[in-house]
C-alpha cells in the first residue's frame, strides 16, 4: 500500500464509495442538446437579496429558452452567518413572484429531482468521497496548522514583501510532511482540516470566457486552499464544485464578484477530473445615489430586500415584467410587438445581459406596475389585493370580503377599456384608492378649488340635488349636469369657455368636478357617475347635504 492510501485510509477510514460511484449514482442529465442546466444556490444568512431574484430569474430564463433545467441548491455550509428558517424566507420570495425551479429545494427540510440532496449540509458523504480521492492521487494533504501558526505565516509574508498572500509554497509548512508525522499527529487527535495541493504557479496565467464579459486572462491559482474544514465540511469554493459537477450544472450564473474566485475553481474542477462549466457574472444591481450609482445595500435600502416587495404589494407580474427590462434591453420593444404575451415566452439571450449592471429604478418599476395592474380584471385585482390584505391590513382585507360583489363593482370602474386608469402601482395603495367607498375608512375633508366662493358651490351643490336621479344611466346623468350650467352662469361647451372664459363662470367640468369633491373629497377619481351607482342615493345625497350645510 502507498503512503497516499494509507493516508486516504487513515483520513477517511468511513469512506467506502469511490467517484465512480457517484458518477453512477448522477449520470448525465438526458436533455436536448444545447440545453442548459442552472443553479440558483443562496446561503440561509439573510433575507433573499432583489439582485438574487435577479440572478435566479436570469438562472430560469436561460433554462427555459434552452429546454434546460434550473435547479434551487441550498449551500449551507457556513453555520455560524446561517439564520433561523433563512430557506423558507427564501422559498417564500421565489414563490411570491412566480419564480420556480424545475428541481431542487421546495421548502424547509423538501426537496424533489433525482441529483439531490440538493442542501449541502447533507451532501457530507459526496464531498468526503472526492477529498478521499485528491488524497489518493497526491492532490490533497491534511494540515495542522493552528490560528497562531496562521497568523505566523501572514506575518512573515508581510516581512518578506510577498506580493501574494496565503498558503502556498515555502510558506505551506504542512505540504510536505512525511507519512509518518502525519500519521502520528492524526492519531494524536490533533485538529486537521484538508488542503489542495495546488500545481499553480506564479508566472503563469489562464484564459476562461465569460458568457457575458467575453475572455478574462488572470493569474493561475497557486494556494493550498482548505477543501474540508476541521469538521469535515467542505469550504464553499469545494462543495460547489463537486454539487456543480455532479447535478450536471452546465453554466453556472453568479454575482460579478466570484470572478476573482474563477482561478481556485477552475484549478478545483480540474484536480477532481471534472468538466468545467460555462461562468455567467452577472453584474450588480445599481441605485443612484448623489448624482452616482451604487449597488444595493442591505443595511442603507429597504428595497434590497425581497420582502420589502412583497410587503408593499407590488404585483408580481410587475416585478417579473420590470426586472425583465433590466435583464436585456431589447425586452421593452419585444413587449410593444407582444402585449399581451406570457412574459416567460419572451427570448431571453444571456449574452444580452449588461456588463456594467443596471439601475433599479423604483419609479420606472411603479409605471411597469401599474400597466401591470390596469390590465388586470376586477377579478385579478380583487384576488390579488384580498391575498395580499390578509397579511398586511387585516381591516381593509374585512372590509372587501364583507362584500364581495361591492368591492367588485369598485375595480371594475374604468376598467377594460382602451385606456385603462393607472391609478394603482402596488396593493397597499388600494386602502387610499376606496377609501371614500367604505365608512368606515372614509373621512370627508371637503377642499373646495380656490377659483369658486363658498356660496357659488353652495349654489350649484343646492341645484343639482334637486335634479339628481339614481335611476339615470351615465348619459342622462351627464345631461342633467350640462342642463344646470347655463342657468347658472357656465357653459355646457368647454371649448366655449377656453374661447371666452370671461364669459362665463366655469364650464360643465367645474360643476361636476364639485361635485366629485363633495361625493368623494377627492380632486381626481375614476368615472363619478360609476362611483355614485355604487354609493348608493342615500349616501350621495348624504354627502352632498353635509358639504353644503358646511359651507
Known amino acids: 500500500m502507498t503512503n497516499n492510501e494509507k493516508l486516504a485510509q487513515l483520513l477517511f477510514p468511513h469512506i467506502s464509495k469511490t467517484p465512480q460511484d457517484y458518477e453512477a449514482i448522477y449520470p448525465p442529465r438526458d436533455l436536448p442538446q444545447g440545453a442548459r442546466v442552472t443553479r440558483f444556490a443562496p446561503s440561509p444568512t439573510g433575507f433573499l437579496h432583489i439582485g438574487g431574484l435577479f440572478t435566479a430569474l436570469s438562472d430560469v430564463l436561460t433554462a427555459r429558452a434552452s429546454g434546460g433545467v434550473a435547479y434551487l441548491r441550498i449551500e449551507d455550509t457556513d453555520k455560524k452567518r446561517e439564520i433561523d428558517d433563512g430557506v423558507s424566507a427564501i422559498i417564500e420570495g421565489f414563490r ?104 499553480g504557479q506564479e508566472d503563469k496565467r489562464i484564459v476562461f470566457e465569460d458568457v457575458i464579459r467575453g475572455k478574462i486572462e488572470m493569474p493561475e491559482n497557486i494556494t493550498d486552499t482548505v477543501l474540508l474544514k476541521a469538521d469535515g465540511i467542505p469550504t464553499y469554493h469545494f462543495a460547489h464544485a463537486v454539487d456543480d459537477h455532479f447535478m450536471r450544472t452546465t453554466h453556472v450564473h453568479r454575482g460579478d464578484e466570484w470572478i476573482a474566485s474563477v482561478p481556485l475553481h477552475i484549478a478545483l474542477f480540474k484536480a477532481c477530473g471534472f468538466r468545467v462549466p460555462k461562468y455567467v457574472h452577472v453584474s450588480p444591481v445599481m441605485k443612484e445615489d448623489n448624482g452616482g450609482k451604487r449597488k444595493l445595500s442591505k443595511r442603507k435600502d429597504p428595497e434590497a430586500a425581497v420582502s420589502y416587495f412583497v410587503e408593499s404589494g407590488y404585483p408580481a407580474d410587475g416585478v417579473i415584467e420590470y426586472l425583465m427590462t433590466l435583464l436585456n434591453s431589447n425586452f421593452e420593444d419585444w413587449r410593444k410587438a407582444n402585449p399581451t404575451a406570457d412574459h416567460w415566452t419572451f427570448p431571453f439571450n444571456v449574452k444580452k445581459m449588461s456588463v456594467s449592471g443596471c439601475l433599479f429604478d423604483l419609479a420606472k418599476l411603479s409605471d411597469v406596475c401599474k400597466n401591470t395592474i390596469s390590465v388586470m380584471t376586477a377579478e385579478q385585482v380583487l384576488e390579488s389585493v384580498l391575498t395580499w390584505s390578509e397579511i398586511y391590513d387585516k381591516e381593509l382585507f374585512e372590509l372587501l370580503s364583507a362584500d364581495k360583489e361591492f368591492a367588485l363593482g369598485i375595480f371594475s370602474i374604468d376598467r377594460g377599456t382602451a385606456k385603462p386608469r393607472k391609478d394603482l402601482a ?21 377642499e373646495a378649488d380656490e377659483r369658486f366662493s363658498a356660496a357659488e358651490i353652495k349654489t350649484v351643490l343646492t341645484e343639482y340635488l334637486k335634479v339628481y336621479d339614481p335611476a339615470d344611466d351615465k348619459d342622462q346623468w351627464f345631461a342633467r349636469i350640462k342642463a344646470l350650467c347655463e342657468p347658472l352662469g357656465y357653459t355646457p361647451n368647454v371649448k366655449e369657455y377656453k374661447k371666452q372664459p370671461d364669459a362665463f363662470k366655469g364650464h360643465v367640468g367645474d360643476i361636476s368636478g364639485m361635485i366629485r369633491r363633495a361625493v368623494t373629497s377627492r380632486a381626481n377619481t375614476p368615472d363619478l357617475w360609476a362611483i355614485m351607482q355604487l354609493l348608493g342615493e342615500e349616501t350621495v345625497r348624504e354627502r352632498i347635504t353635509n358639504v353644503i350645510n358646511s359651507l
Open 426 to 446: 402596488k396593493w397597499n395603495e388600494v386602502r387610499d384608492f376606496v377609501t371614500y367607498y367604505y365608512d368606515a375608512l372614509y373621512q370627508p375633508v371637503f
Open 96 to 199: 411570491a413572484f412566480g419564480i420556480t425551479f424545475a428541481e431542487g429545494v421546495t421548502g424547509f427540510g423538501t426537496e424533489s429531482g433525482a441529483y439531490g440532496p440538493y442542501t449541502q449540509s447533507h451532501r457530507a458523504e459526496v464531498y468526503q468521497t472526492i477529498a478521499k480521492d485528491l488524497v489518493l492521487r497526491g492532490l490533497a494533504y491534511p494540515c495542522f496548522c493552528s490560528e497562531d501558526d496562521l497568523t505566523a505565516l501572514r506575518e512573515q509574508q508581510e516581512r518578506d514583501g510577498a506580493l501574494i498572500k496565503g498558503y502556498f509554497g515555502k510558506y505551506a509548512k504542512c505540504r510536505d510532511l512525511s507519512y509518518e508525522e502525519q500519521e502520528r499527529r492524526v492519531q494524536a487527535g490533533e485538529s486537521w482540516v484538508l488542503r489542495l495541493r495546488s500545481d
